[in-house]
């Protein structure tokens, strides 16, 4: 079957895509893996033995480092992800090794009205169901590990509550004295549930927990996600997860997992999760999957260790960072490369008409909702004025001592015209 963008939506696209997917294996081999170092996970999806991979490649060269950011988004979000696949396919083309390195989606965005985050049209990354609903399973293993912590919590505040100093020390439980006004940790599912965001706990009398206000938060949000991407070993991620505070003392000392001394049952929960995961394009390239922080509240970016790995085993590492340039690249920037020591030898930076017109003055982009015609109409002066938003990401990205290429990604509804004018206002500001 022909795939045809215009005519097929990205899931049409990608079902029929996978009736021609190549085994998993063969995209290992593309990665020039040696025996034991995949771990199939089924036909199409598998996880890569990071320990066993990083002790083979750590002294080879390094290939060439991508990274994908973009204007401010609208609510729909403006196609890294597309982008990114875009540009591992076309350097598949040309006959070059490249590796995709992507976050993982969670299952909140996914059900709601943003959807998937495998890319779109011919660049999209497969099986597309698999990865939109747990891959391999690293979120469940974060929700356990994030609950597990919240579980020894509200036991300990139980027990400091029910017995005393004496009692506690015969059975070899120090007294942390927890203030329950100062907890920092909720429960944690992958589902955005507002009705459970804020809730009381600890109804069921003396022997059923500490009575408190408490709730539920996204998995990804949790600070467990968080050093996922940016862990580098085993040994690193325990001695993260040993330093999370989650709740304060009543004399304002800080309480941590290490404190609850839950945080070796954590790392546990987490061994397989360290592995990246690894995909496939359209094309048959490779992408790994790892890791999904979002990059309000944490880094925003997939694994250090998957960039670490892929940049090792292909000629060209694409990746993206999350949000627009004034937060994502900011992260990737100034932690992630700080963290991996890899340098960005390009950077795109994705503008869509659409996004450049809000920032201009247009109307509220809804998800959901129909467009105004003032994005779907040529209209050279909104779109002028939000370019501003453009030369303003252009200007953080050159901070960093890198020159960004600017990808336009285009719509059926845009003009000639339009393009036009965000070529010369790149161009103006020193870009391509």
Known sequence: MKLDPTQMADWQIAEAAEENIKPIQQIGEKLGLQK???????RNVAKLDYTKIWSRVKGLPVGKYVDVTAITPTPLGEGKTTTTMGLVEGLGVIGKKPVGAIRQPSSGPTFNIKGSAAGGGLAQCIPLAPFSLGLTGDIDAITNAHNLAMVALTARMQHERNYDDERLKKIGIPRLDIDPDRIQLKWAMDFCAQSL?????GKGGKMDGYEMESGFQITVSSEIMAILAVANSLGDMRERIGKMVVAYSRSGAEV??????????????????????????????????HAGPFANIAIG????????????????????????????FEKFWNLKCRYS???PDAVVLVATVRALKMHGGGPEVKPGKPLDAAYTEENLELLEAGCSNLVAHIETVKKSGATPVVCINGF?????????LIRRVAEESGVR
């Open 256 to 289: 941590t997992t290490a404190d609850l001394e839950v945080d070796g049952a954590m790392t546990a929960l987490m061994v397989e999760a360290l592995n990246p995961n690894l995909v496939q394009t359209i094309e048959g390239n490779p992408v790994l999957v």
């Open 412 to 420: 059926y509804t845009d003009t000639p015209a339009e393009h036009a």
């Open 341 to 343: 020591g890899l340098k």
């Open 36 to 42: 034991g170092e995949l771990i199939p996970m089924g």
């Open 197 to 201: 965001r804020n809730i009381t706990i």
């Open 301 to 328: 970016q997939s694994s250090v260790i998957a960039d670490m790995l892929g940049i090792r085993m292909g000629e060209y590492l694409v990746t993206e960072s999350g949000f627009g340039a004034d937060i994502g």
